[in-house]
């Protein structure tokens, strides 16, 4: 019930190309749903975030889709530039009573030139 | 001001042997989190603190592990027995009271059981 799959576990992509990395969750009460991002050595750090009452928001090259129907959301990295390199993780959390993020398992980002 | 910081950064220790990892969160943060991160494994929720009290201890994996918090600021995780199954790196996040998911996370400590 507090699952969060996160896919693919690495992916590949060209630069300049469009990073896509995809979440699925179980629970109904998530209502946040944040994406982080996380360098070697360092601690996640917030990337964007999105709330089930808006199907997509983009900040910059980033840009997060939803699909409430599905329970699904996704993150799309436009423009793909080898500092995007990174493990990327989804998160979801529910207001009120549960303040604790449930995370996906992350997916280890490469742009290769 | 600067951000979440952890120490120590690399703990190596003999199976058995008690551990203390320590958090110091943003200057003004009153909710505080700690977090484990196994290799190839997402962020697993241990424990969460609004000011000094823990509402949700639910992650503790077993009660060789625990943690205080004081003054509202400064937490520690306390592994007691550690065992291999333990390695893993420990991350601190605290956030604002109003804006409880927007998390900002330390760098983390790593800790190796030998």
């Known amino acids: 019930q507090q699952q969060v799959k996160q896919s693919p576990q690495s992916l590949i992509v060209q630069k300049g190309g469009i990073s896509i990395i995809n979440c699925a969750y179980e629970n109904t009460a998530f209502d946040y749903f944040p994406w982080y991002q996380q360098f070697p050595g360092k601690g996640p750090a917030l990337l964007i975030a999105?709330?089930?009452?808006?199907s997509e928001k983009k900040e910059g090259r980033f840009t997060i889709s939803f699909n409430k129907s599905a329970k699904q959301f996704s993150l799309h990295i436009m423009d793909s530039q080898p500092g995007d390199s990174a493990t990327y993780f989804c998160?979801?959390?529910?207001?009120?009573?549960?303040?604790?993020?449930?995370f996906g398992t992350g997916t280890r980002l490469t742009i290769i030139p | 001001g600067a951000g979440v910081s952890q120490s120590p950064s690399n703990k190596v220790t003999e199976k058995g042997k008690d551990v203390e990892l320590r958090c110091d969160p943003i200057?003004?943060?009153?909710?505080l989190y700690w977090y484990r991160q196994s290799l190839g494994q997402g962020l697993e929720f241990l424990i969460y603190?609004?000011?000094?009290?823990?509402?949700?201890k639910s992650g503790l994996p077993s009660d060789r592990f625990s943690a205080e918090r004081t003054g509202g600021s400064v937490s520690t995780l306390t592994i007691q027995r550690t065992q291999q199954e333990d390695s893993a790196v420990y991350l601190c996040?605290?956030?604002?009271?109003?804006?409880?998911?927007?998390?900002?996370f330390g760098p983390g400590t790593r800790l190796t059981v030998t």
């Open positions: 996040a605290s956030s604002w009271s109003d804006t409880l998911y927007e998390q900002y």
């Open positions: 603190f609004q000011g000094n009290s823990a509402p949700d």
């Open positions: 200057s003004g943060h009153t909710a």
């Open positions: 999105i709330r089930p009452d808006v």
């Open positions: 998160a979801a959390g529910k207001n009120f009573g549960n303040e604790k993020l449930t």
